[in-house]
């Protein structure tokens, strides 16, 4: 992943949504993988609240294609 790509994925980890921005960036800086990033892309498309209520575990009915990184950002949040 160039340098280009990767900014664009950082900015795309600013969310409205405090928690959200400080568990997306966290991993994004400590955790991400290369092969996470389409994953990853799909995953910020959605809002921040059905995104904060996955990522916190809260809700488990999304697409199948999220489970990895999904499995991945709960594990290494750091617990609100």
Request: hydrophobic share 40%; proline share 2%.
């Amino acid at each position: 992943m160039d340098a280009v790509a990767r900014r664009r994925l950082a900015w795309k980890c600013r969310r409205g949504l405090l928690e959200l921005d400080l568990v997306l960036q966290g991993y994004l800086e400590r955790h991400f993988r290369e092969e996470d990033a389409t994953a990853l892309n799909g995953l910020l498309d959605l809002p921040d609240n059905d995104l904060w209520d996955i990522v916190s575990g809260r809700r488990d009915d999304y697409d199948a294609g999220f489970e990895g990184i999904v499995a991945r950002i709960r594990a290494t949040r750091v617990a609100p």
